[in-house]
């Protein structure tokens, strides 16, 4: 499978890249990405996600577009010595100027000033201007003509294409500093290297193993009641929902433990919302704390093993806590959440505590309904969303909206259309 190489910047440096790269054609597929101003770099990363590996001409759109970037597969060819010397060709061979009185943007000034001493060039003269990340080209233009107008330097080298053309329309002795052939192949080198080890970790196999603490001892003191099918299914039916997602399978071990088996590219696909948004659900539909280990490997058995070491560093973490385990002693939390996570079982609300007393509501039981509230985006509840994340029946959950709303902790905003016969269903907003 051939890696897609992005490259972007102006068209002359595309065109020189693009050489380079079909070198590499049997491992490339080659995607420009054309621009007239430097400052529209990012706009090409914003609206394209199937690229692998992101190639830039030169610092300054790097730097603009990198923070829409991985930055681990986004690259750009340095300004060395080598780079240097060819304007140094143009400027004393072509066009017989002084290669003393010049000033430069973007290189470094260590590879200017050891350029100038192994060529026996006197360094006294020179005006660098290097710069990490990005200048604007009016900032960089303003430099140059300032030195040209004050006869300070007689010639100007700049990195940026913008910069360049501008000075030209200036009529200023103007030349542009370009990464070499060399370089170009070389940082290519680096990228496909890298692509190869990010293929090679996206598919290594992950390993989720959910833990609900607390559940078998629920199922074991209920064990006549269909109140224990009607969860289970609804637990199955959430963790169907987010293997899918992942394009992965599962397992469970027993009531209270459930594994998953996908890949490492599949899995980190999905944000941590997404897979804060599953362990949310899981804690609050099974009405206990959960804990997650996530572990990759290059077999099932590494990853299953690194998968429960995240599980025991997560239990020791605390509750509805996240934490993958890459095998070589490192572990990173995906997912933490304080000791109200979802809800809290404490309130300094005294009149509030009074209210859920006369209603019957356990404060517990409040400060979930307030959290599935945030989760639906502030959206109000009726009694079906409210069994569904609860795991309780419609019945009781309309209980406890209507008592909430007696005792103005509740009120009702509106009905829901019903998909089926039957009366419309109220809405509330809970916490007013």
């Given at each position: 499978m051939k890696t897609k190489l992005g490259i972007v910047g102006p068209h002359d440096s595309i065109q020189n890249i693009s050489e380079v790269a079909s070198e590499f054609s049997d491992q490339l597929t080659i995607i420009p990405f054309i621009y007239e101003?430097?400052?529209?770099?990012?706009?090409?990363?914003?609206?394209?996600?199937?690229?692998?590996?992101?190639?830039?001409?030169?610092?300054?759109?790097?730097?603009?577009?990198?923070?829409?970037?991985?930055?681990?597969?986004?690259?750009?060819?340095?300004?060395?010595?080598?780079?240097?010397?060819?304007?140094?060709?143009?400027?004393?061979?072509?066009?017989?100027?002084?290669?003393?009185?010049?000033?430069?943007?973007?290189?470094?000034?260590?590879?200017?000033?050891?350029?100038?001493?192994?060529?026996?060039?006197?360094?006294?003269?020179?005006?660098?201007?290097?710069?990490?990340?990005?200048?604007?080209?009016?900032?960089?233009?303003?430099?140059?003509?300032?030195?040209?107008?004050?006869?300070?330097?007689?010639?100007?080298?700049?990195?940026?294409?913008?910069?360049?053309?501008?000075?030209?329309?200036?009529?200023?002795?103007?030349?542009?500093?370009?990464?070499?052939?060399?370089?170009?192949?070389?940082?290519?080198?680096?990228?496909?290297?890298?692509?190869?080890?990010?293929?090679?970790?996206?598919?290594?196999i992950a390993v989720f193993i959910l833990k609900i603490h607390g559940l078998d001892r629920f199922i074991s003191n209920n064990k006549l009641s269909f109140?224990?099918?009607?969860?289970?299914?609804?637990?199955?039916?959430?963790?169907?929902t987010f293997t899918e997602k992942i394009d992965g399978s599962f397992v469970s071990q027993g009531n209270d433990k459930f594994i998953i088996f996908s890949t490492r590219g599949s899995l980190e696909n999905q944000n941590h919302d997404s897979i804060n948004t599953f362990i949310e659900k899981m804690s609050i539909t099974s009405n206990l704390s959960v804990n997650v280990g996530i572990g990759y490997g290059n077999t099932i058995y590494g990853a299953e093993k690194n998968a429960y070491l995240g599980l025991d560093n997560a239990k020791s973490i605390g509750e509805n806590t996240a934490i993958i385990s890459n095998g070589v002693g490192e572990f990173k939390r995906v997912l933490y959440r304080n000791d109200d996570f979802s809800y809290s079982y404490k309130s300094e609300d005294k009149e509030t505590l009074e209210k859920l007393k006369s209603a019957g509501v356990s404060l517990k039981t409040y400060n979930k309904i307030i959290s599935i509230q945030e989760n639906i985006e502030n959206s109000p509840v009726s009694a079906n969303v409210l069994s569904t994340w609860l795991g309780m029946t419609t019945r009781n959950a309309r209980r406890i909206l209507h008592a909430l709303t007696k005792c103005n902790l509740a009120k009702v905003t509106g009905v829901e259309h019903p998909t089926a016969r039957g009366r419309p269903s109220k809405v509330y907003r809970v916490g007013v």
């Amino acid at each position: 499978m051939k890696t897609k190489l992005g490259i972007v910047g102006p068209h002359d440096s595309i065109q020189n890249i693009s050489e380079v790269a079909s070198e590499f054609s049997d491992q490339l597929t080659i995607i420009p990405f054309i621009y007239e101003k430097v400052e529209d770099a990012a706009n090409f990363i914003k609206q394209t996600n199937e690229i692998d590996i992101w190639f830039f001409s030169g610092q300054a759109p790097f730097t603009i577009a990198r923070e829409h970037l991985k930055e681990q597969n986004s690259f750009f060819p340095p300004l060395n010595g080598s780079s240097l010397t060819k304007v140094l060709l143009d400027i004393s061979y072509k066009n017989k100027s002084n290669l003393e009185k010049v000033s430069f943007d973007t290189i470094l000034t260590k590879e200017v000033i050891e350029t100038y001493l192994e060529l026996d060039l006197c360094t006294d003269n020179l005006h660098l201007y290097p710069y990490s990340g990005y200048k604007s080209t009016d900032n960089l233009v303003d430099y140059h003509c300032q030195l040209y107008a004050k006869e300070i330097v007689d010639s100007c080298v700049t990195g940026v294409r913008s910069v360049y053309d501008k000075l030209i329309k200036k009529n200023i002795p103007a030349y542009r500093i370009t990464a070499t052939k060399m370089e170009i192949r070389n940082s290519l080198l680096v990228a496909i290297q890298r692509s190869k080890v990010l293929h090679f970790k996206k598919s290594q196999i992950a390993v989720f193993i959910l833990k609900i603490h607390g559940l078998d001892r629920f199922i074991s003191n209920n064990k006549l009641s269909f109140d224990n099918y009607r969860l289970n299914l609804k637990l199955q039916e959430i963790i169907i929902t987010f293997t899918e997602k992942i394009d992965g399978s599962f397992v469970s071990q027993g009531n209270d433990k459930f594994i998953i088996f996908s890949t490492r590219g599949s899995l980190e696909n999905q944000n941590h919302d997404s897979i804060n948004t599953f362990i949310e659900k899981m804690s609050i539909t099974s009405n206990l704390s959960v804990n997650v280990g996530i572990g990759y490997g290059n077999t099932i058995y590494g990853a299953e093993k690194n998968a429960y070491l995240g599980l025991d560093n997560a239990k020791s973490i605390g509750e509805n806590t996240a934490i993958i385990s890459n095998g070589v002693g490192e572990f990173k939390r995906v997912l933490y959440r304080n000791d109200d996570f979802s809800y809290s079982y404490k309130s300094e609300d005294k009149e509030t505590l009074e209210k859920l007393k006369s209603a019957g509501v356990s404060l517990k039981t409040y400060n979930k309904i307030i959290s599935i509230q945030e989760n639906i985006e502030n959206s109000p509840v009726s009694a079906n969303v409210l069994s569904t994340w609860l795991g309780m029946t419609t019945r009781n959950a309309r209980r406890i909206l209507h008592a909430l709303t007696k005792c103005n902790l509740a009120k009702v905003t509106g009905v829901e259309h019903p998909t089926a016969r039957g009366r419309p269903s109220k809405v509330y907003r809970v916490g007013v």
